[in-house]
């Protein structure tokens, strides 16, 4: 049986339950995993038996490339985000159209599996393609957001659980008194523009929970402590004000050897329950670009970061879904962008490169079995 072989068998799973295109995509696209079934004590299982989610975000060619890594995806995940699928560049080759091949695959893939599927991010101001500094202005910036947002979340309604609608609006170095981002969105909408999007994605499926994405929330510094403050402000005005906000994604980017589970973090995730928001972990890994050389001191560091954190997390029983930004060491994003000095391989997710499970995989496992039993899933 020739790979190719193999790849077909989990898509063919899900052609009864996708109905139309969704069908006709199941039965024409290749499957990205073996079948065999999720062995007892998975991460996915472990969070279901405390009424929570665990997953992770996969861009598609990792699992159509990987049969064995697609597995441990469908296995280990009960929830999955496409890590570039769903952002302009590669959703917009033109102005006039989209292409939605690549994601609609991973939804196939998530599907087939009973995986639910979320999605990410629909305004931000990176990831744009080319096309859009020549093309997009004060003119017609307003009608671009709206249209991407109404056709992009219409076409998944009813298949994605959550959107990360606004990504990363907050930036107190671009020394606005609101603390928000200079943007193009926000130097052609203004501060309206994050309402806007709001607006837009819940008119598009009423029934998707939808969420301010936010990074670098949870050092116990006065740098983070002021960003807190201005992310609760917005939300706090938002929310006075009608929008259809339903939840704070805290990306949980961390670095092993900083404290991201200190007092003042904890009083603005009681803020932000107190406001009605959900809490959910989007992005989670944990950084070991300054830790020592040796590798079983470096896993050791990593996982009790992990445990920590997510014990801490845990308390907030709003928090219901945890997300990994990937699940391998072979496919992250810190090994370009935050590269070890000693040029070392970095480490920071719970599977190694070879695929094998590393101890920061126990620790997520420890913290979500001793974590309180939330009713429902959400």
Known sequence: MTRRDLLKMA???SAATIPGSWDELAAET????PTSPALPGTLRDIASARGLHFGAAVPWEELADNPLYAQIIHQQCGILTPELELKWDCLRPTPQ???????DRLYVFANSHG?????HTLVWERALPKWFESTVDARNAESVMMSHISTVVSHFAGKICSW???NEPIQLGDGRADGLKVTP???FLGPEYIAMAFHAAHAADPNAMLVFNEDWLEPENAAAQRKRQAVLALLTQLKRSGVPVHALGVQSHLSAELQTAGPHFQRFLQEIEDLGLMIIITEMDV?????PADIEERDRLVATQYLDYLSFMLQFKSLKSIMTWGLTDRFTWL?????RPDGLPVRPLPYDAELNPKPAWEAIRQAMETAPRRATTT
Do not use: E, N, T
Not at 287 to 291: I, P, T
Not at 335 to 339: E, G, L, N, R, T
């Open 115 to 119: 995986m639910l599927f979320r999605g």
């Open 335 to 339: 090994a370009k962008v935050h590269p």
């Open 30 to 33: 290749s499957a990205h995993s």
């Open 185 to 187: 969105w926000l130097r």
């Open 164 to 166: 990360d609608v606004v």
């Open 11 to 13: 898509i063919a799973m």
């Open 287 to 291: 950084s070991d670009q300054h830790l």
């Open 97 to 103: 159209s989209f292409d939605f091949r690549k994601a």
